[in-house]
């Protein structure tokens, strides 16, 4: 893996930017992209000799120059995230599910599919969902819709698309930015409730879930699979 050319859709923060520095050090060339090109910038001066593409995932229109411009690579990693569509069903706005969906399946879907050109033979795509595409929990019907979606693309790609690998990964609950919208003090008591029921006693890291996408592209017999990193929260929950 280390002569690979590894694309991180989203790999500006979080579980994408974690990925990028974890395949960085294993000596794969990577390029990330990202919507906020500040945020970018910022990516780009932490983890230094990356290159680092400024694109709007959700633009269909605009994906096939960007890959253009990247050229041909490897593997490719769709770290596209959205919070809109968690909250009760009885009273969670359709209009916030439509939104998850534009934000993540829609991209992740075009995404992969512009890409292809681009791709080399024997390479892979691994999809990012998350653990409520796979557990019964209260409140996620519209979120864990959108991630269902999108694990669900796994296994049909992985048939359709072969030599070229497809793989999933949902991760659980996993402490980056994508919990900003709750105070310190909010997310310290949200963290800690979702570990009392995690079998594995913590909230995720970044880098937790990067392992898992890391497997996934070195191990060339894996495909059609979804590995859920969620320190076995969906047991508990």
């Given amino acids: 893996m280390s002569s690979?050319?590894?694309?991180?859709i989203g790999g500006s923060s979080g579980i994408g930017l974690a990925t990028a520095r974890r395949l960085m050090l294993s000596g794969c060339k990577v390029t990330i992209t990202g919507r906020d090109g500040a945020r970018?910038?910022?990516a780009k001066s932490s983890l230094g000799d990356i290159a680092a593409v400024r694109m709007e995932a959700a633009d269909t229109g605009s994906l096939a120059s960007a890959f253009a411009?990247?050229?041909?690579?490897?593997?490719?990693?769709?770290a596209l995230g959205s919070g809109k569509g968690a909250?009760?069903?009885g009273t969670v706005s359709i209009g916030d599910v439509r939104q998850g969906f534009e934000e993540k399946v829609f991209p992740h879907f075009a995404c992969a599919q512009a890409a292809?050109?681009?791709?080399?033979?024997?390479g892979s795509i691994t999809f990012i969902?998350?653990?409520?595409?796979?557990?019964?929990?209260p409140g996620t019907a519209g979120i864990g819709a959108a991630n269902a979606a999108v694990a669900a693309l796994v296994p049909i790609l992985a048939s359709e698309l072969r030599p070229i690998r497809v793989n999933g990964v949902s991760p659980g609950v996993i402490d980056t930015p994508w919990w900003d919208f709750l105070t310190d003090e909010q997310k310290q008591q949200v963290f800690?409730?979702?570990a009392a029921k995690s079998p594995a006693g913590r909230v995720g890291t970044p880098d937790d879930v990067a392992r898992a996408i890391a497997f996934l592209i070195e191990d060339s017999f894996m495909t059609g699979q979804t590995i859920i990193c969620d320190?076995?929260?969906r047991l508990g929950v």
């Fill in 4 to 8: 690979s050319h590894i694309v991180i």
């Fill in 40 to 42: 970018l910038a910022a």
């Fill in 69 to 78: 411009g990247i050229g041909r690579f490897d593997h490719l990693v769709l």
């Fill in 87 to 89: 909250g009760p069903f």
């Fill in 116 to 122: 292809l050109p681009f791709l080399e033979n024997g």
């Fill in 129 to 137: 969902a998350a653990v409520t595409a796979h557990a019964a929990m």
């Fill in 192 to 194: 800690a409730d979702f």
């Fill in 231 to 233: 320190g076995g929260l």
